[in-house]
């Protein structure tokens, strides 16, 4: 009777669709895609579809958080840093339809989110699976039934006419902002700001630049001047070489506060009333909860979106990380308008509600019917 049972329950799960997420994270990197990816992965998971990661081991990985989430992880291995980017994808292709073909399902799909991959990477993979969806902000080529992207630009609706085929589904805009639950549920006891006195200093990743410390020696010359320097929050990586300056700058300002490889960092954001950070995926977070930020692109990637933005007044840009020193930092201090701050978090919580994940897994869902 049990092994009938049993029977049973592997014939009944050869019937889910199964979906293989090829995404990498570590120091260079950082975790944005990777932790994007968890999110939707976390919302498909409720809709009945069995999910696993394929990643690399780089440096400063958060493979383990997957497995901590109940999620499988197959490893591929690192290319060789003098081979050539063409042989780089094609390794990458082989190795993951290895494990495509000895781990799928009845119905097996694709999803990555890489700017190292391409249209070349997901051709070469499109007979080892039913559906190839592609998560990407880079307005490139993809052969793929479902396209993502988050970001908002000023030519949105028509970006991707000429780069994906007619039949593809594209689900453009902040509107599909892949974010953890944490942020939907904060989003319910989150009002636009309005006095400014906390303030969150948070980059993510390996903050190449140090911009970190730039802000904190700016807000150290300018601590007794301004009224919202009541608290300090400053959140870095594990991955920032500069961790042990920034404890001690951190140590020498009253009312800073320092934490390293923060998981759940929506409650500092609803803490704060202004935010100094890099664009990429933790711009949506910060509008998800109404929090006016400081924008420093710190990737080349990160410049259009950021600028329409500031265009918008949801955020204020103020240009390439390269280029900002502590002086030009204490100046933008200086200048800021309290009255724009306080618009700029109202707009900002129009632009995105939290709910993404779960519009893009509905929307996934239906791909079982095409």
Same mark, same amino acid.
């Given at each position: ?29 950082? *975790? ?156 319910? !006891? ?62 020498? !300002? ?23 950070? *890099? ?17 420093? !692109? ?33 100046? !933008? ?38």
């Amino acid at each position: 009777m049990g092994r009938l049972l049993n029977l049973g329950k592997k014939t009944m799960n050869m019937k889910r669709n199964k979906i293989f997420i090829r995404v990498d994270s570590g120091v260079e990197i950082g *975790a944005g895609h990777a932790m994007r990816c968890l999110s939707l992965a976390q919302a498909l998971k409720k809709m009945n579809f069995e999910l696993c990661f394929i990643s690399k081991k780089t440096k400063g990985n958060i493979s383990k958080l997957f497995v901590d989430k109940g999620f499988a992880v197959y490893y591929i291995q690192n290319s060789y840093s003098k081979s050539k980017k063409n042989e780089i994808i094609k390794n990458d292709a082989n190795q993951t339809a290895k494990i495509i073909i000895k781990h799928k399902a009845k119905l097996s799909w694709l999803l990555v989110d890489h700017y190292d991959l391409d249209f070349k990477w997901e051709k070469s993979l499109r007979k080892y699976v039913n559906k190839i969806i592609v998560i990407d902000d880079l307005a490139r080529k993809h052969n793929s039934d479902l396209l993502l992207d988050q970001n908002y630009n000023e030519n949105l609706k028509t970006r991707y006419n000429k780069l994906v085929s007619r039949k593809c589904i594209k689900l453009l805009g902040p509107k599909y902002a892949l974010l953890r639950n944490e942020f939907s549920d904060l989003r319910k !006891i989150v009002k636009p700001r309005k006095n400014f006195k906390n303030i969150l200093i948070s980059f993510g990743g390996s903050d190449p630049t140090n911009e970190t410390g730039k802000v904190l020696s700016a807000i150290k010359i300018l601590k007794t001047k301004k009224q919202f320097l009541k608290e300090i929050d400053v959140v870095i990586s594990n991955s920032d070489k500069n961790k042990d300056k920034i404890e001690q700058l951190c140590n020498s !300002i009253p009312n800073a506060k320092f934490y390293q490889n923060v998981y759940k960092i929506g409650k500092l954001m609803c803490k704060a009333d202004l935010a100094v950070g *890099a664009g990429g995926s933790s711009t949506w977070e910060r509008f998800c909860l109404g929090l006016p930020t400081i924008v420093s !692109i710190v990737a080349d990637h990160q410049q259009e979106t950021t600028e329409a933005l500031a265009k918008k007044e949801c955020l204020i840009n103020v240009g390439l990380a390269k280029n900002l020193s502590v002086k030009k930092y204490v100046e !933008i201090f200086e200048n800021l308008d309290i009255k724009k701050l306080q618009n700029i978090s109202k707009n900002s919580l129009k632009v995105v509600d939290g709910k993404g994940s779960v519009r893009v897994a509905k929307k996934i869902r239906l791909l079982q019917s095409t």
